[in-house]
C-alpha cells in the first residue's frame, strides 16, 4: 500500500491556561474527558473505511495537554486506531507532555503501548520566565521530564522553547539553548513570542518596552540557528532543528502536502485537495459525535491554483525548498519568473541553491512571510499572462516589494544625509 497517512488527535484538556496560548484548550472541564474518551473512540472506529485506504505512519497527540489528559485514555485511542487502520510497525507517535504532568509510571505505560516520541513544552530555563507566561513546571522539572523519558526507553525526545519572552535578554536565551542542549535531545524546536489577540500577554505587554523588539528577536533567532548547527543539529523548517534522522515526520507532512487527518474539536484534515476542520467546542464535538449530526466547521476543496499557491508557502518553510522539477509537476506553471525571483533574493544573501534545490537562509527565513508573498505574486503573474481580465485585476492589486538589504538601507540613510547637507550649504 503506497498511500500513506498522518492522524493527528487534538486534547483539548489543560491544568491552566498559559498567558500566550491561542490554541483550542480548556480549564477546568475535567470532568467532561470520560465523555470525550468515548466520543474519539467512537469517531475513530466510524472512521474505520476511511482509514484503512491507508497506511498510518505518524500519529501525533497534541494539545492542550495530552498528558493532563492521562496515559492509560491516550493508550487506549492508540489501541484504537492500531485496531481499525493500518498502522505501520514503525510508525512515529509522538505525545505532547508537560513537565509537571508526567510520572515515570505514566511514561513506561506510553513507551510500553508503542509510543515512541515525546515533545516536551519546556519554554524556558528561567524559572522566573516560566512564572511570568504562565507556566506550571519549572526548568528541574523538565530536566527531570527528559531523564525520566530515557529510563522509560524514549530515544526521540524534542524540546520546544520560546524566545522573544517579556524581559528576555540575549543572554537568558543564550542560557535556555544551553541547558537545552545539555540534556543530548534529538529534536529543539525555536518559536519566537507572537502575541495573540485575546490572551492575558496580548492585553499586558503589547507595545511594552520590556518586549524585544523585532531586532532583537531576529539577533534570538540566528543565535538559535548557529549554536544549534554547531552542535549538530540541523534546520529543516523554519522553527525546528534536528539531529541527523530525527526530523519530525508528522510535522513534515504538513510541509510536504502529504495526506492528513485529525480528531478533536479544531482539528483539521487534509486529504487531496480536499481540507476540513472541525467545531472549536469540546460539548458541541461530543454531542455531534454521539448523535451523529456534522461536526464540521469548514470544508473546502482547493482549485489547482490554490494548491499551486499553497505548495509554495510550505515548501518554502523547509530548509529543503522547493526544485524546478516538484514545481513544474506540482504546480503545472513555468519555473522560470520563480527563478529568476529566486535568484535576485540569492544577490541579497536571503536564499541559496544547493544541487538542485533553491531554499531560504536564516537571514531568508527572518523575512520569509514577506519573500513568500513576492514568490507568490509572481506565480500568479505568470499563470495570467494572456488572460486580459485577470491581468488588469492583477495589475490593480498593491504590490509586495522587495525588501531593502542593509547595505541598501544604509546607502539610502547616507544619501539622504548628504542630499540634506547639501540644501543646508546651499541655504
Not at 473512540?41 to 489528559?69: A, C, M, Q, W
Not at 498502522?87 to 508503542?114: C, F, H, Q, W, Y
Not at 513544552?121 to 528561567?126: K, L, N, R, T
Not at 467546542?281 to 491554483?305: C, H, M, Q, W
Request: proline fraction near 4%; charged fraction near 25%; hydrophobic fraction near 35%.
Amino acid at each position: 500500500m503506497d498511500r500513506k497517512l498522518g492522524i493527528y488527535v487534538h486534547i483539548p484538556f489543560c491544568a491552566s491556561k498559559c498567558s500566550y496560548c491561542d490554541f483550542y484548550s480548556l480549564t477546568d472541564c475535567d470532568y467532561l474527558m470520560p465523555e470525550y474518551h468515548s466520543a474519539l473512540l467512537k469517531h475513530i472506529t466510524e472512521s474505520t473505511e476511511s482509514l484503512r485506504n491507508y497506511e498510518v505512519d505518524s500519529i501525533y497527540f497534541g494539545g492542550g495537554t495530552p498528558s493532563y489528559f492521562g496515559a492509560k485514555r491516550v493508550c487506549e485511542i492508540f489501541e484504537q486506531f492500531k485496531l481499525v487502520g493500518n498502522v505501520r510497525t514503525d510508525a512515529e507517535i509522538t505525545i505532547e507532555v508537560n513537565p509537571d504532568s508526567v510520572t515515570p509510571e505514566t511514561l513506561k505505560m506510553l513507551r510500553r503501548s508503542g509510543v515512541n516520541r515525546l515533545s516536551i513544552g519546556v519554554q524556558a530555563s528561567d524559572n522566573n520566565l516560566l512564572k511570568l507566561i504562565g507556566r506550571r513546571h519549572n526548568f528541574q522539572q523538565a530536566q527531570r521530564a527528559v531523564r525520566e523519558g530515557r529510563n522509560a526507553g524514549f530515544d526521540n525526545i524534542s524540546l520546544d522553547l520560546i524566545y522573544g519572552l517579556p524581559t528576555q535578554t540575549k543572554n537568558d536565551w543564550a542560557e535556555t539553548l544551553s541547558k537545552a542542549i545539555e540534556l543530548h535531545p534529538e529534536h529543539i524546536s525555536c518559536y519566537g513570542l507572537k502575541l495573540e489577540e485575546g490572551t492575558p500577554m496580548y492585553e499586558n505587554y503589547k507595545g511594552s518596552p520590556v518586549l524585544p523588539d523585532d531586532d532583537e528577536q531576529a539577533d534570538m533567532y540566528c543565535y538559535a540557528a548557529e549554536q544549534l548547527d554547531r552542535y549538530g543539529y540541523k534546520q529543516y523548517e523554519i522553527s525546528n532543528f534536528a539531529a541527523k534522522g530525527f526530523e519530525s515526520r508528522h510535522n513534515l507532512k504538513y510541509w510536504n502536502l502529504e495526506d492528513y487527518i485529525g480528531f478533536g474539536p479544531g482539528a483539521h484534515s487534509c486529504v487531496g485537495n480536499l481540507r476540513y476542520s472541525y467545531i472549536r467546542d469540546l460539548k458541541g464535538y461530543i454531542a455531534g459525535i454521539n448523535r451523529g449530526v456534522s461536526i464540521i466547521e469548514e470544508y473546502e476543496t482547493l482549485s489547482p491554483f490554490e494548491r499551486a499557491v499553497e505548495y509554495i508557502m510550505l515548501a518554502m518553510r523547509t530548509t529543503r525548498g522547493m526544485s524546478s522539477y516538484d514545481y513544474s509537476r506540482t504546480c503545472k506553471c513555468d519555473w522560470r519568473p520563480i527563478e529568476h525571483v529566486l535568484m535576485a533574493f540569492r544577490e541579497k544573501g536571503w536564499t541559496e541553491l544547493t544541487g538542485d534545490r533553491w531554499h531560504f537562509t536564516v537571514p531568508g527565513f527572518l523575512i520569509s512571510n514577506t519573500l513568500i508573498g513576492i514568490l507568490v505574486e509572481t506565480q500568479a503573474s505568470s499563470r495570467v499572462e494572456g488572460t486580459p481580465w485577470l491581468s488588469d485585476a492583477l495589475d490593480a492589486e498593491e504590490k509586495t516589494s522587495i525588501p531593502l538589504s542593509e547595505e541598501e538601507l544604509f546607502r539610502e540613510v547616507y544619501e539622504k544625509k548628504l542630499e540634506e547637507s547639501s540644501v543646508e550649504a546651499e541655504e
